[in-house]
């Protein structure tokens, strides 16, 4: 078999589903490994807890509410 050419395997369905769920696994592994990692996505995240705790937030539930935080 030569370097261009790829092999071929029969799996059951079953397998597969296994395979699809852990392939989806591990990117949100590797996701959150890239966020951990970003000093600017981790400060964000801090700030934003610190407003939560010090009740610093506003509950959204139309258009509206959006606009008017924005005022």
Known sequence: MDETTTGSAI???EA???LKRLQSEFEEVIETIEILNTPDL???I???R???LAGRIHSISSVDD???IWE
């Open 66 to 68: 959006l606009d008017s």
């Open 16 to 18: 597969f589903s296994r």
């Open 11 to 13: 799996i059951s369905s």
């Open 42 to 44: 981790m400060d964000q």
């Open 50 to 52: 610190k407003d939560i």
């Open 46 to 48: 801090q700030r934003s």
